[in-house]
C-alpha cells in the first residue's frame, strides 16, 4: 500500500488525545511494555473534547462522503471512558452514530446507537466508525493500555517485509495484542520513534498476520508550544479510497486549539 508519511518532531494525539507532544524520552534500553507505556505517557493526561470531520473519498477526492464528529476522551481517569457522535450535518443536530466506550479491568467495552437510538452492545473494537475506514480502535487508540506487548526483531521484521523506519524516523517496532480475542484481529504494530518514544504509526493485522488497515499522521501544527496533529490518515490494504481524520478544534482545561481559518 502507498502512503505519505510525515517527517514527525512529534506526534500525537496521535490521539486525539495526540493534542500534546512533550520533552523528548529516550526508549533505549526499555522493555517491549515499558516503550508502550512511555508512548501512551506523551498523551495528554486531562480530559479532551475534540471536533472535526471524517472524510473518505476515492483517489483524487471522488465521491468524497464529509461527516462530522465529536468526541469527549477520558481516558487516563479511573473509570476510563469515551463518547464520540457523528453526524451527517455541519450542524451537528442528528448523530447517525453515537458510541460509548469504557475501559473496565483492562478491556475496552464499545456500545453503538444508531440514528433511531437503538443500542448495540459490546461491538469488536475494530467496527468501522460510521462508513469510513476508520475504527474505534483508532479513534480512542485504545492499543497504547494493551500489557501483552514484544518487540520484532530485525528478524522477523525482514520475515514480515516490514521496515523500522517510517516518516523519516528510526523506529522500535512493536507488536501488541488485545487483552480479548477480537474476531478479525490478531495483533496492532506500532512504530515507535527510537529519539523521542512518539507513536509514528499503525498497523493492524488480521487473523493471519496480514495487514488489513494503516493509520499516519498527514498534518501537524504548532500550537501554544505544542506539536498538534491536524491530520490523520487511513486506508485499507488493497483499497484506494482513504480516510482523512481531520482536527477542527481540541478543548481541555489546560490546552485549547481552535478551527483553523
Same mark, same amino acid.
Given at each position: 500500500?502507498?502512503?505519505?508519511?510525515?517527517?514527525?518532531?512529534?506526534?500525537?494525539?496521535?490521539?486525539?488525545?495526540?493534542?500534546?507532544?512533550?520533552?523528548?524520552?529516550?526508549?533505549?534500553?526499555?522493555?517491549?511494555?515499558?516503550?508502550?507505556?512511555?508512548?501512551? =505517557?506523551?498523551?495528554?493526561?486531562?480530559?479532551?473534547?475534540?471536533?472535526?470531520?471524517?472524510?473518505?473519498?476515492?483517489?483524487?477526492?471522488?465521491?468524497?462522503?464529509?461527516?462530522?464528529?465529536?468526541?469527549?476522551?477520558?481516558?487516563?481517569?479511573?473509570?476510563?471512558?469515551?463518547?464520540?457522535?457523528?453526524?451527517?450535518?455541519?450542524?451537528?443536530?442528528?448523530?447517525?452514530?453515537?458510541?460509548?466506550?469504557?475501559?473496565?479491568?483492562?478491556?475496552?467495552?464499545?456500545?453503538?446507537?444508531?440514528?433511531?437510538?437503538?443500542?448495540?452492545?459490546?461491538?469488536?473494537?475494530?467496527?468501522?466508525?460510521?462508513?469510513?475506514?476508520?475504527?474505534?480502535?483508532?479513534?480512542?487508540?485504545?492499543?497504547?493500555?494493551?500489557?501483552?506487548?514484544?518487540?520484532?526483531?530485525?528478524?522477523?521484521?525482514?520475515?514480515?517485509?516490514?521496515?523500522?523506519?517510517?516518516?523519516?524516523?528510526?523506529?522500535?517496532?512493536?507488536?501488541?495484542?488485545?487483552?480479548?480475542?477480537?474476531?478479525?484481529?490478531?495483533?496492532?504494530?506500532?512504530?515507535?520513534?527510537?529519539?523521542?518514544?512518539?507513536?509514528?504509526?499503525?498497523?493492524?493485522?488480521?487473523?493471519?498476520?496480514?495487514?488489513?488497515?494503516?493509520?499516519?499522521?498527514?498534518?501537524?501544527?504548532?500550537?501554544?508550544?505544542?506539536?498538534?496533529?491536524?491530520?490523520?490518515?487511513?486506508?485499507?490494504?488493497?483499497?484506494?479510497?482513504?480516510?482523512?481524520?481531520?482536527?477542527?478544534?481540541?478543548?481541555?482545561?489546560?490546552? =485549547?486549539?481552535?478551527?483553523?481559518?
Amino acid at each position: 500500500m502507498k502512503h505519505l508519511s510525515l517527517c514527525l518532531c512529534g506526534l500525537l494525539m496521535f490521539m486525539l488525545s495526540a493534542a500534546t507532544l512533550k520533552a523528548e524520552s529516550a526508549i533505549e534500553g526499555l522493555s517491549p511494555l515499558m516503550i508502550l507505556v512511555q508512548a501512551r =505517557s506523551m498523551f495528554p493526561q486531562e480530559q479532551l473534547q475534540v471536533t472535526g470531520t471524517l472524510e473518505t473519498a476515492e483517489a483524487r477526492g471522488l465521491n468524497a462522503v464529509i461527516r462530522p464528529y465529536t468526541l469527549s476522551l477520558n481516558w487516563h481517569q479511573g473509570s476510563p471512558s469515551a463518547t464520540c457522535a457523528i453526524f451527517d450535518d455541519a450542524g451537528r443536530q442528528s448523530p447517525v452514530q453515537r458510541a460509548l466506550l469504557k475501559r473496565e479491568n483492562g478491556i475496552t467495552h464499545l456500545t453503538l446507537f444508531n440514528a433511531e437510538g437503538v443500542q448495540n452492545e459490546d461491538v469488536r473494537l475494530n467496527t468501522p466508525v460510521a462508513d469510513t475506514d476508520l475504527t474505534w480502535m483508532d479513534l480512542t487508540f485504545n492499543y497504547l493500555w494493551w500489557t501483552n506487548v514484544q518487540q520484532l526483531s530485525e528478524a522477523a521484521l525482514e520475515a514480515r517485509a516490514l521496515k523500522a523506519r517510517q516518516g523519516g524516523r528510526n523506529c522500535v517496532v512493536l507488536e501488541a495484542f488485545p487483552p480479548k480475542g477480537t474476531i478479525g484481529l490478531h495483533s496492532v504494530l506500532l512504530w515507535i520513534d527510537i529519539s523521542t518514544g512518539y507513536l509514528v504509526q499503525t498497523e493492524q493485522t488480521d487473523a493471519h498476520q496480514r495487514a488489513v488497515r494503516r493509520m499516519w499522521v498527514q498534518r501537524i501544527g504548532r500550537e501554544e508550544g505544542r506539536w498538534v496533529p491536524r491530520e490523520f490518515r487511513i486506508q485499507r490494504e488493497g483499497m484506494r479510497r482513504v480516510t482523512k481524520l481531520i482536527i477542527a478544534t481540541i478543548q481541555s482545561e489546560a490546552f =485549547s486549539v481552535k478551527e483553523l481559518n
